[in-house]
């Protein structure tokens, strides 16, 4: 069973660009959420989308965006970028049930704004 | 607001002793918490879980308790190996958020 794939793996971007970074889930989960981890500030949640709707949000800024499509397939989109948005964002996804299966995770994008 | 804590960065454990890691968490609504290994530059990957309702899961080599009236949770590894070096994270969730503690490297030395 294939796992969770992120692409792209490293991405340099500039100040106030914009970035999408894609994610695509364990074949049948339908829960899909995105995570950012940052040397001082560990891993934190961004969203989480289940069938195509978000369901949780972390407390992140307007600028971080997220969608999933009807595959279950995710993308995150960040705007205006700032130099600390620098960091690993990791993708899971997650049948999303509520049972305590686990979250599985992707390797990550590795993001760096100069 | 920190809701799940790991009071111990690292920790240095000799091959073939026990390894012990903790964690504490301040939300009696969490329902499941979870434990996670991460080597640089790959994801976490998943350990073992355990209930709110539970007090002990076993799986081979782990064994996560829960004591829920000191809100804390602890991973035991016995015997360690080299392999276990890792950082690891403990996670609380709640509905499908997850909400983790900042890691504890664990370094195994033969």
């Known amino acids: 069973k294939a796992g969770v794939t992120q692409t792209p793996r490293y991405l340099i971007k500039t100040r106030g660009q914009q970035v999408t970074l894609s994610c695509s889930p364990i074949?049948?989960?339908?829960?899909v959420s995105w995570y950012q981890q940052t040397p001082g500030q560990g891993l934190q949640f961004l969203f989480e989308?289940?069938?195509?709707?978000?369901?949780n949000k972390g407390n992140f800024p307007g600028r971080f965006s997220g969608r999933q499509f009807s595959n279950s397939r995710s993308e995150m989109n960040v705007s205006t970028l700032e130099l600390g948005d620098s960091a690993l964002y990791l993708c899971?996804?997650?049948?999303?049930?509520?049972?305590?299966?686990?979250?599985?995770f992707g390797d990550g994008t590795r993001l760096s704004i100069l | 607001d920190q809701q799940v804590k790991q009071n111990s960065p690292s920790l240095s454990v000799q091959e073939g002793r026990i390894s012990i890691l903790n964690c504490d968490y301040t939300?009696?609504?969490?329902?499941?918490f979870l434990w996670y290994k991460k080597y640089p530059a790959e994801g976490p990957t998943f350990l073992i879980s355990?209930?709110?309702?539970?007090d002990k899961n076993e799986d081979g080599r782990f064994t996560v308790f829960l004591n829920k009236s000191a809100k804390h949770l602890s991973l035991h590894i016995v015997p360690s190996q080299p392999g276990d070096s890792a950082v690891y994270f403990c996670?609380?969730?709640?509905?499908?958020?997850?909400?983790f503690g900042t890691g504890t490297r664990l370094q195994v030395f033969p």
């Open positions: 899971a996804s997650s049948q999303g049930t509520g049972d305590g299966q686990p979250q599985h």
């Open positions: 996670a609380a969730k709640n509905t499908d958020k997850l909400i």
């Open positions: 989308y289940f069938s195509e709707t978000q369901r």
């Open positions: 074949s049948g989960h339908r829960s």
């Open positions: 939300n009696s609504m969490f329902d499941y």
């Open positions: 355990i209930s709110s309702i539970k």
